[in-house]
């Protein structure tokens, strides 16, 4: 799982242990909004994300606009990188 919507969905299960299959986790499954991650898990989320992906969130970009799914997660780290993953 080499793409970026592929890496955060691995880090989702292992690491934050969602209460979700991999099956079940689609690209567009809501995150934040439908509570699957709370705001601890967001933190990480984006700790990873910038570490993983050399990029840096600033405070307003922590939102459900950028974070609610793993496309949104997948189109805010393309544009932070300008389209490279």
Do not use: C, W
């Not at 992906?53 to 949104?72: A, Q």
Request: hydrophobic share 40%; no cysteine; glycine share 6%.
């Amino acid at each position: 799982m080499n793409t970026i919507k592929g890496k955060v969905r691995e880090f989702l299960l292992e690491e934050l242990n969602l209460p979700i299959s991999q099956e079940e986790l689609k690209d567009d499954t809501p995150l934040l909004s439908s509570r699957l991650i709370d705001s601890i898990s967001a933190l990480l989320l984006v700790e990873f994300l910038e570490k993983e992906y050399g990029i840096e969130f600033k405070p307003h970009e922590v939102s459900h606009d950028n974070l609610d799914s793993l496309d949104l997660i997948a189109a805010f780290v393309e544009g932070k990188n300008g389209g490279h993953a």
